[in-house]
């Protein structure tokens, strides 16, 4: 079984995400998207942009096993997770719930008062929806990207 460890990200780690969520976004989030859409999409997620977002007001988890990056979570303003994302080979061992425990864990302890949104892809609304997220409203298009207003409200 493999070990899996998760850390914060630090600006280091830009590129590296960037390939993760380009090729997964590619394989399974851009192709209902308009070509417009897909360029949009694809383009705020290049090692600038997400080395602009650790530098920014995001707080990275990077879910590793060995060398291999297994999963990316991210969240903007301590209360928006803007990235989900766990790797093919690390998928059904409870690894996104790993993640969001971390984000929301930390997230809490930071302040936020137990809310939190996911703009989610139409592909990834059923792991968010197993997390506890529930729609806020229906699909959304904007700047030929497609995704769902969804929210988690914690429990007490």
């Not at 707080?59 to 590793?64: C, G, N």
């Not at 936020?112 to 989610?120: E, K």
């Not at 229906?138 to 429990?155: C, D, H, I, R």
């Amino acid at each position: 079984m493999r070990t899996l460890s998760i850390r914060r990200g630090t600006i280091e780690d830009a590129g590296r995400i960037s390939t993760f969520i380009t090729a997964l976004s590619e394989e399974y989030i851009v192709g209902e998207f308009s070509p417009e859409g897909r360029e949009h999409f694809l383009r705020d997620h290049t090692a600038s942009e997400v080395h602009k977002r650790l530098a920014g007001d995001f707080r990275f988890y990077l879910a590793e096993s060995d060398d291999e990056l297994a999963g990316v979570a991210a969240i903007r303003s301590n209360a928006h997770l803007y990235y989900l994302f766990v790797g093919k080979p690390f998928r059904g061992m409870g690894l996104a719930r790993r993640l969001w425990a971390c984000v929301k864990e930390e997230s809490l302890a930071l302040g936020n008062p137990g809310t939190f949104t996911v703009n989610a892809s139409n592909y990834a609304v059923t792991a968010y929806e197993r997390l506890g997220f529930r729609r806020t409203e229906p699909t959304t298009e904007k700047n030929g990207v497609l995704y769902n207003p969804m929210q988690f409200v914690s429990a007490g």
